[in-house]
Structure formats: structure tokens, C-alpha cells
């Protein structure tokens, strides 16, 4: 009997570690809970698993549109005004590695260009124009020349011309000036500056006061001539 229910007794021991096991398994269960508790309220809070667009921005930002990117290009006419022929063989250098410009030369990567200002487009005899060149069709007058120096590949669509172009119009009026000095002898553009504001206003203030001293030798007061 005694020997029967003392090996059914479990040990001191033992009983007080299954105890401690239980305690930790439940204070893990709970902050388990504890956790999964905040998180769902923090997510109801502050919208964590929808996020919204509020309906103002925090920041806005004005965004000022410029006018433009400058003062305007000036006419071609004017620019021709501005330059010389010799001007124009400076910056030819940039064209003479394709191009021939003496009388009977020959062609290279592209077309020689003796006597062209004036003359019909695409039409140099021996040189293998682009169809898209041939085309355009009219001759090479001054606006048609600058609009070409600018950006050839922009004007004809399609061109075998590479060169990017001459984007100051006072450099593509001075090589249209000395193209024109070689063999061609096309007639300048009239370019008649604007008046100046400040000297349209002397000039009518000059006039007035002329027709006052005039009328006043005549004898008649102006402005009593002007209310009759």
C-alpha cells in the first residue's frame, strides 16, 4: 500500500516545472493577443492597408509659365545687314570637308555649290540628289536658304544632308552672302528697320510745332481754327 501510492505521487519538482511551463505559455498566448490587438486597432487608426489620397496636398507648388525663351530671332533680311561675305568664309569652314565652292569643282559627299544662290534646287549636274530634296522643287532664294542652314533634315524630311545646321541666324546670313559672292549675284532682300518709338514722338511733336508757329504768322489761333 505505502509503496503503491508514494510511486503514484509525482515528484516535487517535476509538479513545479509543469507549473512554471504554463505560466510562460500563457503570458506568451496573451501578449500574442495583446499584439494582434493594437496592430488591428493601429490599422483602423491610421488606414495602414488602404492608404488614401487626402483630399488636399500638403504642398502646392505654383508653376509659372514662361512667355518664351528669349527676345525673337531678328529677319533674315536684317541679318544679311549685319554680316559680310567675309564673314560667311569664316564660317564656311564648316561646310568645305563636303562641299566645293570654286568654279568647275568638283563634287563630294555633297554637291558642288558655285553660283547656287538663285539657282533651281537639286538640279547640279552629276550629284545623286534624295528624292525628298527633289521634291521641295523652286529655287534657292535668301528665306529658303536660311530655313536650309538651319536645320536641313528639319526643312526636307528625309535628306542625306548630316549637318545639323547653323543655328545663329547672323552665321547662316553670312554664308548665304558669301555663297552668293561666289558665282551668283542674287539681289538683297529690302530690310527697312522699324521706327524707333522715341523719334516718331519728336517727329510729331516737331510738326506740331511747326503748324502752331505757322498759324500763329498767319494770325488765327489753332486751336480756334480747329473748333470752327
Known sequence: MTQDSSSQTPPSGQKASGDLFNTAAGWVL???????GLSILADKYFHGSGAERPEQLGYVIAVTEEAGDGPAEMSFAEALTKVTAADGEKVWSKCQSCHSINAGGANG???????????????KPGF????????????WDWERMNAWLKNPRGYVDGTKMAFAGLSKIEDRAAVALYLNA????????AFAPAADGAAEGEAAAAEGEAEAVAAAEAGSDPAAAAAE
Do not use: D
Open 128 to 139: 545623286g540628289y534624295s528624292g525628298a530634296l527633289k521634291g521641295l522643287g523652286g529655287q
Open 182 to 189: 561666289n558665282g551668283s549675284n542674287l539681289a538683297l532682300p
Open 30 to 36: 496573451f501578449a500574442a493577443a495583446l499584439g494582434l
Open 109 to 123: 559627299v555633297g554637291p558642288n555649290l558655285h553660283g547656287i544662290m538663285g539657282a533651281a534646287v537639286a538640279a
